[in-house]
Nanobody
Framework: QVRLVESGGGLVQAGGSLRLSCAAA????????MAWYRQAPGNQRELVAS??????HYADSVQGRFTISRDYAKNTVYLQMDSLKPEDSAVYYC?????????WGQGTQVTVSS
């Protein structure tokens, strides 16, 4: 059974940093396309960052501020978020895309105060 568990969200002031974690079970993060999405109230869920093999992709809105990475030993994907802005406030979700299926975590709330 595949399970993705996000953690690390919280309340932070603008300009601050947070690191989100996505611990995976049932799949290996190194072998699959892993991504972070976010959804703010009233908005569609949007891709924030993804990583597959050695390639990382970022949304224009977070380029240069966010970094996606993986820890193979811990089978965990991270999203380091720096220089946070109020518009980064959202529920952040981890997603895994395998050959056959996609899986989502339950989400973690990030709130950035101005």
């Amino acid at each position: 059974q595949v399970r993705l568990v996000e953690s690390g969200g919280g309340l932070v002031q603008a300009g601050g940093s947070l690191r989100l974690s996505c611990a995976a079970a049932g799949i290996f993060v190194v072998n699959n396309n892993m991504a972070w999405y976010r959804q703010a109230p009233g908005n569609q869920r949007e891709l924030v960052a993804s990583i597959f093999s050695t390639l990382a992709h970022y949304a224009d809105s977070v380029q240069g501020r966010f970094t996606i990475s993986r820890d193979y030993a811990k089978n965990t994907v991270y999203l380091q978020m720096d220089s946070l802005k109020p518009e980064d406030s959202a529920v952040y979700y981890c997603r895994a895309q395998t050959d056959r299926n996609e899986y989502w975590g339950q989400g973690t709330q990030v709130t950035v105060s101005s």
